[in-house]
């Protein structure tokens, strides 16, 4: 019999025989042994074996942490995904392994499909019941009572010394005639149930350990019930509607307290008093507030005011008036009453930036072990063709001190690609620095920008097909898939936050209009750049204050739904 090894170390599953050659349609001949490498792996374990185009099994494992892997999955060609879990712990990932198209290799061959985990409990049942009831080394099949692998008395004899036949041990046993004994005891007629038992006798034992048994098969069903696997996500365990209703209305309710808090006005910061207006100065600290058209002296430290400042000159004006919720009305310089070009209704406080090397500065980025481009410079493999050695010459810089908008994240990342492939380096090195799995990393802000596309377009990665839902790990080698997945993600989980695209100029048309499809259908801006002066592929000093430029411009355009 052929054995598949499996190593669980905590979420984690890896194949250690990868060499091994499984055969299509080998029955009953293929077996997977699962090597417990961590504590947390303490009970009842069961494993899950999946085909997309076949189905789902799952196995319970023996004492020896054995099992039969299901023979109707191993068909021609079949990629087997296998995860486990055991209680409340399961697997984050899966182990895979592909069924050769070659001969046939036959065990026993089975009269019955894959007994299911219940199935099984239930085998393990009626084992456990005949050992109570007959006992160790005795086994019992259809009322009849036999011993497993016991010797004869006639075999031990000659272990033990006897020489002849069996016919001369069984004469052996008959001795001379002894001496007559005294007259015993009245007998007495034996009992039935003390003395000897029936069938009837067994049959009701069989029930009664049948029913003592049965409240811990019901918690084995409940654990089963509760961690029935689902076809889409084989590693998570289906949770009950009112579970999951809870967990959204309490992460409703905290976005609800959140938003109160980052928006609420200065007097509910005071908790004195109501203003409809209040005149700050630059940096947004209170001066004075009005109430019903009289005025109120301030009471309170201007430390706790929100004045949203936001004026259409580089210069910081001396007095900005606003109303209660920090939308700057006009502002004062040098004496001049200027009206702001935007104000709080569509300005975004803060932005975080997920993108690629146009976006990248030494020191600057969040992770700092992210791989940068800029500064040129500084980089073993870019050379000193392009001018943006200064930090304040990026375009987020820029844009962070023009917009006046702070920036929470910028998780850049020099070489990624929105999908897993990055320059032919496969699922393995352009995973883990990908779109797909930063986007998981992303901090929160009012704005996300999403800059990328870029690596995907030069390297070739697949397009795919387009898929908004249901992604298996397999999708995101393909660009539509990962990219799909980029959105929605950052859709789900920055709810009420601003999410643009910016699309470098001069990609190939397939990539460009994936893009475009793609943020059409999860409604996300997309700005596309034009014109954007670059050395070495990469923009310079003149191309960074383009893209910033272009940026601004776009959110502040008169048709933007902001």
């Not at 996300?524 to 670059?534: A, F, H, T």
């Amino acid at each position: 019999m052929l054995t598949l090894k499996f190593n669980l170390r905590h979420q984690n599953i890896t194949l250690v025989n990868k060499a091994e050659i499984v055969a299509s349609d080998s029955k009953n001949y293929l077996q997977a042994h699962f090597n417990l490498l961590s504590d947390d792996w303490n009970n009842s374990i069961t494993a899950i074996f999946k085909s997309d185009n076949i189905g789902t099994y799952t196995v319970l494992l023996d004492d020896d942490n054995n099992c039969l892997v299901p023979w109707e999955l191993l068909k021609p060609n079949a990629v087997i995904k296998v995860s486990a879990f055991c209680d409340n712990l399961h697997t984050a990932v899966t182990a895979s392994f592909k069924v050769a198209e070659s001969g046939y290799t036959e065990g026993e061959t089975p009269s019955e499909p894959t007994p299911t985990v219940y199935e099984q409990i239930l085998k393990g049942l009626d084992s456990k019941q005949n050992k109570l009831i007959a006992g160790e080394g005795i086994k019992i099949e259809e009322n009849v009572i036999s011993a497993v692998d016991a010797k004869s008395a006639y075999e031990i004899a000659l272990e033990h010394g006897f020489i002849g036949s069996e016919e001369d041990w069984l004469k052996s046993l008959k001795g001379e005639q002894g001496e007559k004994g005294q007259n015993g005891a009245d007998g007495k007629t034996p009992v039935k149930g003390v003395d000897y038992f029936t069938a009837e006798d067994k049959t009701e034992f069989t029930a009664e350990v049948t029913e003592s048994l049965k409240p811990e098969l019901a918690k084995k069903q409940d654990k089963l019930t509760a961690g029935s696997i689902t076809t889409d996500n084989i590693a998570s365990k289906a949770v009950t509607t009112e579970k999951l209703a809870e967990d959204v209305t309490n992460q409703l309710s905290k976005l609800k307290d959140d938003l109160a808090e980052f928006y609420k006005p200065v007097s509910d910061l005071d908790n004195r008093k109501d203003v409809d207006l209040f005149i700050s100065d630059s940096y947004g600290n209170v001066l004075a507030t009005f109430k019903d058209g009289e005025f109120i002296t301030k009471e309170f430290s201007t430390v706790k005011s929100i004045g949203n400042n936001i004026c259409d000159t580089l210069e910081e004006c001396d007095l900005a008036i606003s109303d209660v919720q920090g939308n700057v009305v006009f502002c004062i310089v040098d004496g001049n009453i200027i009206t702001p070009k935007y104000n709080a209704k569509n300005h975004y406080k803060t932005f975080s930036i997920l993108g690629d090397s146009y976006s990248t500065f030494k020191d600057y980025t969040d992770p700092l072990n992210n791989t940068q481009w800029y500064p040129p410079s500084d980089s073993a493999t870019q050379g000193s063709e392009n001018d943006v050695e200064d930090v304040e010459n990026t375009w987020w810089h820029l844009f962070a001190n023009d917009y006046k908008s702070l920036l929470i994240q910028n998780n850049s990342y020099s070489g990624s690609c929105i999908s897993y492939d990055s320059y032919g380096t496969g699922t393995v090195d352009g995973k883990n620095f990908s779109f797909v799995k930063r986007c998981e990393n992303l901090k929160k802000a009012e704005l996300i920008i999403i800059e990328g596309g870029t690596n995907d377009a030069w390297s070739n990665v697949s397009l795919g097909e387009y898929k908004y839902s249901n992604w298996v790990e397999s999708d995101f080698e393909t660009f539509r898939p990962a990219c799909s997945y980029v959105l929605d993600y950052i859709k789900r989980n920055n709810i009420g936050a601003k999410i643009i695209f910016v699309l470098n100029d001069g990609l190939k048309s397939s990539i460009t209009e994936s893009i475009k499809n793609i943020c059409n259908y999860y409604n996300v801006d997309v700005l596309e750049l034009s014109n954007i002066k670059k050395s070495n592929n990469h923009p310079n000093i003149e191309g960074m204050k383009q893209i910033k430029e272009q940026l601004i411009n776009f959110l502040t355009r008169s048709d933007f739904n902001g």
